[in-house]
């Protein structure tokens, strides 16, 4: 299958994630953010980085890239679209997601492993992970602390939408060594119909043993599992 | 945190501290109604995040050309 990553200025994760996607057996096929052709995308990575320096707030100015309006048509169509850390950033920027990404609560920049927890497989992105498996994927952004109003918070947790939470290493709550201080300690969310998947954490980052952790790998091997058996995610879960 | 560090340098009596954009616009308008108008619509659509933002245009003013 394919997978189409975007190329934003100031993007920096485009080539980790090119290549976990040929770790995973599959194609990546770069978008640059002026061209507003997918090229045949399965599904969509916006990565992670600073496009367009993150100028007025992350992911702000990205949003008005002609690339994505193809990315917005492509979601609501059912396509499969995943931001991981900016690329989050973009989505609630665009609308696509709810909710945003504020500075973290500690005013750091944090770049080190997290624990997260899978809270639904009911999405292509965990369909093979276990409810309540710990994954370990690191994090790297200043600005990652998911915010949203209660309606918004109640409707995730009712829906099934949060998809990963930040755990300590245990397994237990993340408390105060949370790595931006999320509202319900929330790393990922889906959209309703669960074809959108925004992310702090860089799965790309954790694809191979050599980079410390090939949890992440589970992700891309869900996505490609789900394609392969599925073909089309339009209101299938 | 800013208040808190002020008051660590002997800046004691600051109620209240908090740090913001301000965004200086130099815009074409035919009177200071559509002007107003205009920055009002350019809050909504890019400069501020209504998930997390507000905005207040604080003063407006003729520009000599």
Known sequence: MRFGIAVFPGTWSDRDCASAVTLAGHEPVMLWHKDADLHGSDCVILPGGFSYGDYLRCGAVARFAPLMKSVADFARSGGLVWGICNGFQILCEAHLLPGALTRNSSLEFRCEPAWLRVETTTSPFTAQCSRGDLLRIPVSHGEGRYVADEVTLAALENEGRVVFRYVARDGGPVGEQSPNGSMRDIAGILNDRHNVLGMMPHPERASEDALGSSDGMRLFKSVTHAVAHEGSFANIW | ?65
């Open chain 2, 1 to 65: 945190m800013v208040r808190d560090g002020l008051k660590r340098l002997g800046f004691d009596g600051v109620r209240a501290a908090r740090v913001g954009k301000h965004i200086e616009l130099e815009v074409e308008a035919a009177d200071e109604a559509s002007a107003r108008d205009l920055v009002s619509r350019m809050c909504e659509t890019l400069l501020r995040n209504p998930v997390i933002e507000d905005h207040r245009i604080a003063s407006l003013h003729q520009l000599d050309e």
